[in-house]
């Protein structure tokens, strides 16, 4: 299989999971709470419906509105295939790098936020304020903590980082990965929009972040917009998983190794979505105010683990 | 139970003109009284000057329960009242409100803006009026200006009326530096149902199921109030085994409100857990409701004159219940998120509630002891206590609602063991001979009800005036936000939870 075949399943894997992961995680919590839930395919089942049906436009709204859910996407859809989820063989290595990932993020966020605004509500408006505010101290912890992996393969290169941590299993568990593995998941939280940072399931606009930034789409738009949005967090949890528990991804292209790779990606998925929805039973939103100082302890987290890994290196 | 059942004492009506009002409104406000309601009726007769608007103020106080009626007859040609604002600020709603509905100018009224009216209803056209008529057509446009807030870095953000979820329509306006609440507007009234007019013309033992609909929530307050003022007007004795399931019935609607908004509450801070739990002990509590009126949210069980229950709770059901939703509440306050975002939230200070005229648990939250149990019973209570707390913010709020579970479980558990089911009337409804009036105060689950009726002798309506505890509290919220930020609204405006139905009738 060619490195642009590897790419094109690993993209497809992911936009294709990340609705079931919504569904599984929306399961465990419902089981957890002691309610029934939906299917695991319900968020697949609402994308379809909203596919179908044409998007209403704010009249207000320019060309950020209609091009936000399709750089959203993209960025998104470019990130599945280039960063190392199923093989660190990526046919793109340039864009498999930790820097331009987390600007493809950024980008996508922008994006969004632009769009918020561009609607001209109070609601969009919002919604960008605050999810700008989040994102200024997210991305550079995204950076930090993945950044204090990097000292170990001497590379930025997602792929090179992966591929030492296969090549030496023993070696990826250090000081330095388990403060690193601590701030990406906070920054994983609150890039997603999860409990504590946001609340995914709240109807109260007011107290919305994300949701505050996409309430004027609709029909094909918020279709794109919720299939993205799932797609992040599918590719912030892999990166998290991944980088910190590096088995089972192909360091080859043989189909036989990337066929054992989707499994352990959507195994390696299933515990980390299962986890967060538990851990989401447990949680409540933090004041808003307090969420900067949540950020900023995370980042302080990734700085230790620049620190350690190049101190201990 | 062995204090004699209590006589609910009738108002004492002093007629009084409108140069002395202020004087004698003034003195009762002074004496401790409270302005618990104010009502115009359009008086309709052929003698000359019978055809006037007449003013009904209503002061009371408690215990032990006192009500003053203050009744002014104002001119027939140009019907003004003085204004009481500057005594009591609710006194300046009611004549607000009357002016709306009524036509009633009053003189040097601080705000004399609309209040009820939008301003696409029609002008000059006041539908409380006997002679109002069929209503004009509406207006097509409408403007309405809010005062707008100047300064650096200050935007507006407009909520309402059409909100996610099931909520009724009101139309929030804030005025927002950052996240910080500098003022906010709120505007309701767009659900006037003309509900005391419907009540006009009507068997006065018949409308009870009218009344148990003006807030859904509330179906046994407002249907006990209702009952009261009927049985107070007609001087209708009922039965005191009548009075303590009436009593009973109220005390479980008290128990699956209060059960419903400790898990909302926990579930606008994203706690949901909490609220999946209250919501099945809610659920229980509602099984249990239809099982002893026939109705889950308790209709049917109060009427003018008795009560009637299929069934009475084991109390046995009611603590296991009750010791349901402590644990939950344990979970939920020993969770430090949710501590903290409910600690601090929107003070209402006890000088802010007083001022208001605050009532129910947002009094008792901000340390205003009132509790119409206990000034106004119906029936004596020996299980009966107050929970006070003095913070004023959304945690006090919840731990009333809290505390008042476990004080509701006490009541009941004295209470179930006296009752037993079946409809329980002693007495048909007695005639009257004269036009007659009646006051019903009750302490309903989110504060206190009062209704006041008169009947004209052939036993029909001519006016029944109601006053939902939301009336008052309304007014609350917004001071209360001052100063907090727009992602805690929707907490406070829980902790709050007033009836839009019940305040805009």
Redesign the interface.
Same mark, same amino acid.
Request: glycine share 10%.
């Given at each position: 299989m060619s490195a642009w075949g590897a790419a094109a399943v690993q993209a497809v894997l992911v936009a294709a999971v990340a609705p079931l992961l919504i569904g599984f995680m929306r399961a465990v919590r419902a089981r957890l709470e002691g309610r029934a839930g939906g299917r695991l395919v319900q968020p697949w089942r609402d994308l379809r419906k909203q596919l179908r049906k044409e998007s209403i436009i704010p009249a207000d709204a320019g060309v950020f509105f209609t091009a936000a859910p399709v750089v959203l996407l993209a960025t998104s859809v470019l990130v599945a295939a280039a960063a190392p989820y199923l093989s660190t063989r990526g046919p793109l290595p340039g864009v498999a790098d930790l820097i331009v990932v987390v600007g493809l993020l950024l980008l996508g966020a922008v994006a969004l936020a632009l769009a918020g605004l561009d609607t001209g509500t109070a609601f969009g408006g919002m919604g960008a304020s605050r999810e700008m505010t989040i994102a200024a101290l997210v991305e550079p912890t995204l950076l930090l903590s993945v950044f204090a992996l990097s000292t170990r393969s001497g590379s930025t290169d997602l792929g090179a980082i992966v591929a030492a941590g296969a090549a030496d299993t023993a070696g990826a568990f250090t000081p330095a990965s388990a403060l690193a593995a601590a701030a990406l998941a906070i920054a994983t939280l609150a890039e997603a929009g999860r409990l504590p940072v946001d609340n995914p399931a709240t109807h109260l606009e007011l107290t919305m972040v994300h949701e505050a930034m996409v309430l004027e789409y609709s029909g094909r738009d918020l279709a794109l917009v919720e299939w993205a949005a799932a797609m992040r967090l599918t590719i912030l949890l892999g990166l998290l998983a991944n980088l910190f528990i590096p088995w089972g991804v192909a360091t080859s292209l043989h189909p036989l190794a990337i066929a054992v790779a989707v499994v352990v990606f959507v195994a390696k998925l299933a515990v980390l979505g299962g986890l967060l929805a538990a851990g989401e039973v447990f949680a409540a939103k933090l004041r808003l105010f307090r969420i900067p100082e949540l950020l900023a302890g995370s980042f302080v987290l990734g700085l230790l683990a620049v620190i350690t890994s190049a101190v201990l290196a | 139970m062995t204090e004699p059942h209590p006589v609910i004492p009738a108002a004492t009506v002093v007629d009084i003109t409108a140069d002395r009002l202020a004087e004698q409104a003034g003195r009762l406000l002074a004496g401790g009284a409270r302005l618990a309601l104010v009502a115009a009726h359009h008086d309709t007769g052929t003698d000359p000057g019978a055809a006037a608007i007449r003013i009904v103020y209503l002061f009371t106080a408690g215990p032990p329960d006192q009500r003053t009626e203050l009744h002014l007859r104002t001119r027939p040609d140009q019907p003004t009242v003085p204004s009481l604002a500057a005594l009591s600020f609710p006194a300046g709603r009611f004549e607000r409100e009357m002016h709306d509905l009524y036509g009633v100018q009053p003189e040097n009224h601080p705000l004399p803006r609309r209040l009820v009216r939008h301003p696409h209803w029609p002008h000059g056209w006041h539908p409380m009026r006997a002679d109002a008529g069929p209503r004009p057509p509406l207006a097509a446009s409408e403007a309405f200006p809010f005062v707008t807030v100047q300064g650096p870095g200050v935007?507006?953000? /407009?909520?309402g009326p059409v909100?996610?979820?099931l909520i009724e329509p009101g139309h929030f306006r804030f005025s927002v530096v950052g996240?910080t609440i500098l003022k906010l507007k709120a505007r309701l009234w767009y659900v006037h149902k003309g509900i005391e007019k419907l009540f006009e013309g009507q068997p006065a033992d018949q409308p009870v199921g009218l009344a148990e609909r003006i807030s859904g929530d509330s179906a046994v307050g407002h249907a006990l109030a209702y009952s009261l003022a009927v049985e107070d007007a007609l001087r209708w004795p009922v039965p005191p085994r009548a009075q303590l399931a009436r009593a009973a019935v109220l005390e479980l609607e008290r128990l699956h409100n209060h059960v419903a908004d400790i898990g909302a509450i926990?579930n #606008? !801070?994203?706690?949901?857990?909490a609220h999946?739990?209250a919501q099945?002990i809610r659920e229980t509590l509602l099984r249990l409701n239809h099982a002893t009126t026939g109705h889950r949210l308790l209709r049917g069980a109060v009427f003018p004159g008795g009560a009637r229950l299929h069934t009475v709770p084991d109390p046995t059901t009611i603590r296991t219940i009750a010791a349901d939703i402590g644990e939950v509440v344990d979970i939920a306050l020993r969770?430090t !998120? !949710?501590r #903290?975002?409910l600690t601090g939230t929107a003070v209402l200070t006890q000088r802010q509630a007083a001022d208001i005229g605050a009532l129910g648990y947002v009094a008792r939250a901000s340390g205003l002891p009132t509790d119409a149990r206990r000034a106004h019973p119906h029936t004596v209570l020996d299980a009966l206590t107050i929970p006070v707390h003095t913070s004023g913010d959304v945690l006090a709020r919840f731990l009333i609602r809290v505390e008042e579970i476990q004080a509701s479980t006490a009541i009941l558990t004295d209470l179930l063991t006296a009752i037993g089911p079946g409809t329980i009337t002693s007495h048909p409804r007695p005639a009257v001979d004269r036009p007659a009036c009646g006051v019903g105060i009750v302490e309903g689950w989110r504060g206190t009800i009062t209704h006041r009726v008169e009947v004209q002798p052939d036993g029909t309506l001519t006016r029944a005036k109601i006053v939902d505890p939301s009336f008052f509290n309304w007014p609350a919220l917004p001071v209360a936000l001052a100063d907090t930020?727009? /992602? #805690?609204? /929707?907490l406070t405006n829980k902790s709050f939870n007033l009836s839009y139905a019940g305040n805009d009738l």
């Open positions: - | 935007y507006e953000i /407009p909520v909100h996610a979820g996240e926990c #606008d !801070v994203g706690y949901g857990i999946s739990h099945r969770h !998120v !949710v #903290d975002r930020i727009v /992602p #805690d609204f /929707p």
